[in-house]
């Protein structure tokens, strides 16, 4: 069992930063793979971006390339997004989740991961 609480979101105008934490707990951490997705209001929850195990490598939304960044600290047992020139689009609650998948292909999609925090909402306005 994994235990995943996400913090760090809040409002914050066109063109600003944010910066998205979730901690885990229970279960080795490194064991798996990160990922955090979003659900925007009136829309289904998407993928966001998701870090290997190891954090050597990342993945990302078209949408969120180069404005987003994931990383993550196995001994500390967290994993964070950066979130950088932020658009009115960003607006949604986000999620990070856990996957025991190692396939990359597997991480975009959500049944792919088995635990999930309880979200933070990051507004961002005009």
């Known amino acids: 069992q994994v235990q995943l609480v996400e913090s760090g979101g809040g409002l914050v105008q066109t063109g600003g930063s944010l910066r998205l934490s979730c901690a885990a707990s229970?279960?080795?951490?490194?064991?798996?793979?990160m990922g955090w997705f979003r659900r925007a209001p009136g829309k289904e929850r998407e993928f966001v971006a998701a870090i290997t195990r190891r954090g050597d490598m990342t993945f990302y939304a078209d949408s969120v390339k180069g404005r987003l960044t994931i990383s993550r600290d196995n001994d500390k047992n967290t994993v964070t997004l950066q979130m950088n020139s932020l658009k009115p689009e960003d607006t949604g609650v986000y999620y990070c989740g856990a996957t025991g998948r190692y396939v990359s292909s597997a991480f975009a999609r959500e049944a792919s991961y088995a635990y999930w925090g309880q979200g933070t909402q990051v507004t961002v306005s005009l």
């Open positions: 229970g279960r080795s951490f490194s064991n798996y793979a």
